[in-house]
């Protein structure tokens, strides 16, 4: 295992219990702006990769948004008053999808291209993660067991997207380099 495999996990580790304690406890910024700082590093440190990696960060930050919103329309979660900052799915929410794309291509690899342990792991650790966010006071879910059901199912298919988009993209941009490569030879 790598120095920045162990980097990468303990800064997703890092910035997740940031975000869901700093919005459990009226401060709903501090998630996004440790996001920022961890992203910041991140970038840094897999600057050859720099635009896959953002292209897979704002990937999970719209589809975090997206389906999370959908969660909160449905009733299935909301938020405490004090944890929101944003409409429908909390900026602290979107920030913690940015914060799990970065492990896709590092610290959660191991997980690439096995699909259906990837979608059992997206289930029972979306499950684990927003079950945790309740306990913790920063997610709210009116009927526990129907609620994470749903989060279950919609972390099942989840996951697995983003690591499909994190490949069709580098199988993009390993062409187009490839292609270049040829044209300039």
Known sequence: MSINTVINFIGFQSVWLISVFSAANAYPWAGPLAVICWLAVHLYLNKNDIFLESMLVLFAASMGYLLDSILVLTSVISFPSEAQLGYLS????????????TTVRHSLDWLNNRYKLMTLFGGV???????????????LIPDLALGLFVVFSVWCVALPLLYMF????????????????QQNA
């Open 125 to 139: 650790g979306g499950v684990m993660a927003y079950w945790a966010g309740v306990k913790i006071g920063a997610i």
């Open 166 to 181: 994190a490949n069709k993209l580098s199988e993009r941009i390993n062409a187009d380099v490839t292609t270049g490569s």
């Open 90 to 101: 909390p900026l602290w929410m979107v920030a913690l999808w940015i914060n799990l794309a």
